[in-house]
């Protein structure tokens, strides 16, 4: 795959997505190519456009030269499965440019594994050599936002018809965007959507809630991707707040944080991986776990034991 | 708080709140009085009438002469607030009665904590003694849904606007949903919206995908709580729910499970902790920590090394 192998490359994904035994492997050996590209994330409810936005933005990138990984996830269960295909479809545009690599992924059982699976895809791309890569969810849950805060510039693309089911989430869309896109602008509502984000963007802003680390009021735009309106704009938008990040420090400080919380993730995983091991050969154990679903032993108590008898100071 | 003090109650709940130091004392103290309240989760969408519903509910269980404790979660960030506050206005029915205790909890950092502080509030009203304890969540994402399972059974409620934004969550709603109830049913889209979940709900059922431990056909139930209309058919419903659950015996099995999903929550919480306070004093773990962060070391080979250096086999 470091050759620059596409079919080498999708085996890997796929080895990701399994969750194979050689995974550790897989990513300690692609660890030193990997942080050269610039990851751009985009979500959004379902119908928003978002694949039509990404469809748009990739031909830009490529018209400047730029490669580009594209990994689009879906955090639904297989029950609801079928949007994304639907979305691949409409992405025909690029799907025999050499130097483009779409990649769709659905749960396979936890969502919190999607969102580290999707990590490591990301960094399989960037030590494969994409310039660019884009990551888009659908949706606008906490498993969907856990997913695009792995990027370092987020684009949350929403319609006039998603203004309810928005509030839920505003804050959450708040915390994650770094650039709000109102796409189908041509619709009803959109002006009305526009004003409000700009409403909430500029309060957020101003009252310092959830300050981020640079000087940064996150624009609302407006497009119509499928008429290619308004994506020559959002690229500047995106290219711009790029360069913000980069002139504080701030991308490389995010870069960090996001390491330390996948290092926080994995060690929790193993953490637990290795107590689950232990509960089939370990009769002390195995009986305080008894104890506690049975509710003979509050689970307070129970911690105490467990990890009096697992960890030691290192 | 276990002579019938609400109160100490009240304190003792604030307590959990801010996890205070004395949480594990306080919970390992209640734990033998817990068990005997029967848990009812009711979520849906902002603007369904949750409230209105619950405040309903509660004047019937009252003239069945139960005590109700109400714990009302708002996952959403402090940015959003006042929602909760404005709900718990309309429920002012019940302020009076000393047989029902109503608690507001909002977020104050981690989600995950949220859903476990709920847990433990509803344990210790469970151990002063109410009867039946309603937990009462806005919203139909993942934490909402990670709170609303701490029940013993369910209500999905929904309002004919909902229908878009339901789409995203239909799978994490077929989940966790043991009723659906549809409020404000005099609207339009009412009928279509109950035909719908109606449909998706015996798909889910005959199709045997996420099949649950009885055999339980989700109702699709009309309602209009502020006229009172269908709210009684709805308690009938939590009840034949309830008898269902407990003629198999899996509201014990359940109530196992979701103590063993806690301990394994608070096992990892911990554990986290105590690696964190390490950092402080431990420089090896401290170098580890820093070459992930800077991505000088990848996060597959750093868990290795730190879990080599903490872990024993118990």
Redesign the interface.
């Known amino acids: 795959m470091l050759e620059g192998d596409r079919l080498a490359l999708a085996r890997l994904i796929t080895r990701i997505e399994n969750r194979m035994p050689e ?2 492997e897989i ?2 050996a692609v ?1 030193p190519r ?2 050269r590209a610039y990851v751009l994330g985009v979500t959004g ?2 119908g928003a456009g978002k694949s039509s936005l990404v469809d748009r933005l990739t031909t830009l990138l490529r018209a400047e030269g730029a490669t580009v990984g594209i990994v689009a996830v879906d955090p ?5 499965g079928g949007a994304v295909l639907g979305d691949r479809i409409r992405m025909q545009t690029h799907t025999l440019d050499p130097h483009v690599f779409i990649r769709s992924m659905a749960t396979r059982g936890s ?1 919190g594994g999607l969102a580290r699976a999707t990590g490591d895809v990301i960094k399989l791309m960037d030590a494969f050599g994409f310039t660019w890569i884009i990551i888009e969810t ?6 969907e936002l856990d997913i695009v805060r792995q990027a370092d510039t987020t684009v949350v693309t929403l319609v006039p ?2 203004g ?2 928005i ?6 869309l ?2 994650v965007a770094d650039i709000f896109v109102v796409n189908k602008a041509d619709r009803d509502g959109a002006h009305a959507l526009m004003a409000e984000l700009r409403f909430s963007v500029h309060l ?1 802003y101003t009252s310092g ?2 300050a981020k680390d640079v000087d940064w009021e996150v624009p609302v735009l407006a497009a119509q991707a499928v008429h290619d309106v308004g994506t020559a704009e959002l690229l500047a938008a995106v290219k711009r707040h790029r360069a913000t990040l980069e002139q504080a420090g701030a991308l490389e400080k995010r ?3 996001r ?2 919380a ?3 993730a ?3 995983e ?3 991986s ?2 689950t091991a ?1 509960v089939q050969t ?1 009769q ?2 195995a009986r305080t ?1 008894a104890a ?4 003979a032993l ?7 034991r ?2 009096a ?6």
């Open positions: 995974v550790p990513m300690r660890h990997t942080g409810p379902p639904s269960s297989p029950f609801t969502l659908v949706g606008v849950g906490q498993t018809e998603s309810d089911s509030q839920a989430m505003k804050a959450g708040m915390e957020h809630i959830g870069r960090q944080a390491r330390r996948e290092l926080d994995l060690l929790v193993e953490f637990t290795q107590v232990w370990d002390g154990l776990l506690v679903s049975e509710g509050d689970p307070y108590s129970a911690v105490q467990i990890l008898g697992t960890l030691r100071r290192p």
